[in-house]
């Protein structure tokens, strides 16, 4: 009997999917489908931005939020500055196009991603969520996010800056969100 329920939400899932990617369709002229990478973070003056580097700058995101389905949560290690870094990469399927955000791993923005995918449910991560970047009041470089889900404002956890906590709830999100996107 679960595994009918499953499937029927599953498959009720992929139409409300459907349905959306049907109403957001633009048809005539526009900007490429690519998937293009956000950097979330305050050190290029704004909020969030595209990097183009041919140009090697900045090109600030006018947009307040972003809307769509979770996809992955993972970390990516990269070089800045002849240094290892690590980020986190969270995807966006928003229709037309895929997003990823990208922030350093252990940023605060990063860290409340985190804390507030690691407590939402499959059914929650099954609605598309918004998030809204904004600039922290008690840190002058800090980021956080505004988060809801389907239209309704997400109570994120408490910050914490515990490492386990935050690994666990890590963790948690990837199952998470891979238990979500495997139905589909």
Not at 95 to 108: M, Y
């Amino acid at each position: 009997m679960d595994s009918v329920l499953a499937a029927i939400t599953a498959l009720d899932d992929r139409i409300a999917k459907l349905e959306q990617l049907l109403q957001s369709s633009q048809l005539g002229l526009g900007d490429p489908p690519v998937h293009r990478t956000i950097y979330c973070n305050t050190g290029n003056g704004s909020l969030w931005y595209f990097w183009d580097g041919g140009e090697n700058k900045a090109i600030p995101i006018e947009a307040k939020s972003i809307t769509g389905f979770v996809k992955e949560l993972k970390f990516e290690a990269s070089e800045y500055k002849d240094k290892e870094t690590k980020n986190m990469k969270l995807t966006l399927d928003c229709g037309r196009q895929k997003f990823t955000l990208s922030a350093g791993h252990q940023s605060v923005f990063a860290t409340c991603i985190y804390l507030a995918l690691g407590a939402m449910t499959a059914n929650q991560l099954r609605q598309p969520i918004t998030i809204l970047p904004k600039a922290g009041t008690t840190e002058e470089k800090a980021l956080l996010p505004t988060i809801w889900i389907n239209g309704e404002f997400f109570e994120c956890p408490p910050f914490s800056k515990e490492r386990k906590q935050v690994k666990q709830a890590y963790f948690r999100a990837i199952a998470t969100i891979q238990e979500v996107n495997s139905h589909g």
